[in-house]
């Protein structure tokens, strides 16, 4: 098979492919990342990547190249380029699906399955699959549903497997070819759910637009807690024994980033107001602003923390991915809250153990620094990635020998307040009292 697209999706698919048994080549236009590929090296953070990609080249199942003419050896392609929004509006921009398809055309061979996996919107395929016919092949949309994290896991166990196919014969035959992609999936009763197009790509922004709006609805209980003096992680605890609502996804906190969640759910409302349908998902934009609100209470927390004034005060931000196990800091709330007490005038000093060349490349105008340095003489302290270096290893007395104050804003509900309270420190988190 080929994987046409090697960035995050991509890499980790053509690896996860090649340890269950099939011969892979990962094809992208990006030369410094193909060459850090084709060397067994993972040009991201990804738990478990290195050593699939390690073991998958050593085999010589395994291999990239920006020659897209190596696609011709296979018989099954994927297309795992990104989706980015649009620069002039919520819209997908579909530049790299479009660009993909019409680079991989001219080497197709009839009865060739091409399976799409990029998110896009409702209708795409449609579009795409008369361009893929017309050489004789057959495209079928296979939504992801990757956890960056856990992404290896996930591609090889996933919890549902989707394939949108044509009708008749076609489409039954597609559906068999990828049942033998995923055979060891479906071998352990992963659910297998064959569908049409437009239902396929439905699955994946349905599933992200329901998850930014559980996040997002615990968040507006916050805002009532703090008002009240209720307590957030209480109330989610208790609503989280409903089955019908369950726990997951109910932690109030700085709110959801990087580059799924907020620009697919934005994507979402624009495809339904192309089709006539804008009221149909009106939430999701309230959705997006409850979760950008998020970001505006935790740096609100630390100006009220230091009576009014952040201005030249030292604040250690512990964070910057948008998520822990992550190097990723795409619409990061964590660099978000960074950036914006910088704007007040505090000397701010971010830690992550993961992402600071990545934000370092982003937002230069920070300073940088291993977790006990950001921690030494801050007046200071915002908890915005919960990485267990953070919720687990720091402990409060830790802190204390380093900090000139004692003040913690959680911004992910993820410390022990108790403790942290017993230590001495004045802790603040988000929603509770």
């Not at 759910?193 to 930014?212: G, P, S």
Request: a negative charge; one cysteine or more; glycine letters at 10%.
């Amino acid at each position: 098979m080929s994987v046409i697209g090697c960035g995050y999706l991509g890499a980790v698919h053509a690896a996860a492919m090649t340890s269950i048994g099939h011969d892979v080549v990962g094809i992208d236009v990006d030369e410094p990342k193909i060459q850090a590929l084709a060397a067994g090296k993972a040009p991201f953070f990804e738990p478990g990547l290195p050593e699939l990609l390690t073991e998958g080249v050593a085999s010589g199942r395994l291999r990239f190249t920006t020659d897209m003419s190596a696609a011709a050896e296979a018989t099954v392609h994927f297309i795992g380029v990104g989706t980015p929004q649009q620069k002039d509006g919520y819209a997908a921009d579909l530049t790299y699906v479009n660009a993909a398809v019409d680079a991989l055309i001219p080497h197709l061979k009839p009865g060739d399955i091409v399976a799409g996996k990029s998110t896009v919107p409702v209708g795409t395929a449609a579009i795409l699959a008369e361009r893929v016919a017309a050489t004789g092949a057959t495209l079928v949309w296979n939504p992801e549903f990757l956890r960056e994290g856990w992404a290896v896991q996930d591609t090889i166990s996933p919890d549902r497997l989707v394939a949108g196919v044509p009708s008749g014969a076609q489409g039954e035959r597609a559906a068999d070819v990828l049942r033998e992609v995923y055979h060891t999936a479906i071998a352990t009763d992963t659910p297998f759910i064959v569908t049409d197009y437009a239902t396929a790509e439905l699955v994946k922004v349905a599933a992200n637009a329901f998850l930014a709006t559980k996040i997002s609805f615990i968040n507006a209980m916050a805002e009532i807690a703090e008002v009240t003096g209720a307590d957030v992680t209480e109330l989610a605890d208790a609503i989280g024994h409903d089955a019908r609502i369950g726990r997951r996804f109910l932690g109030a906190g700085i709110g959801f980033g990087g580059g799924c969640l907020p620009k697919d759910i934005r994507a979402f409302s624009a495809r339904a107001e192309e089709l006539g349908r804008g009221e149909s998902v009106a939430f999701l934009r309230e959705v997006d602003a409850i979760n950008l609100r998020r970001r505006d209470r935790a740096v609100q927390l630390v100006v009220d923390a230091l009576d009014g004034d952040v201005y030249e005060k030292k604040i250690a931000v512990l964070g910057a991915a948008f998520k822990p196990h992550s190097d990723d800091i795409r619409d990061s709330p964590a660099l978000d809250v960074a950036v914006k007490l910088r704007g007040l005038g505090a000397d701010v000093v971010v830690t992550d153990p993961e992402a600071i060349e990545n934000a370092r490349s982003r937002h230069p105008q920070l300073t940088y620094a291993e977790r006990d340095e950001a921690l030494t003489g801050a007046h200071a302290v915002v908890v915005v990635t919960e990485w267990d270096e953070y919720r687990r290893q720091l402990s409060p007395a830790h802190a204390s020998s380093l900090t000139a104050g004692r003040i913690v804003v959680d911004g992910r509900n993820c410390l022990d307040a108790p403790a942290w309270r017993a230590a001495g420190w004045t802790y603040f988190g988000m929603g509770r009292p």
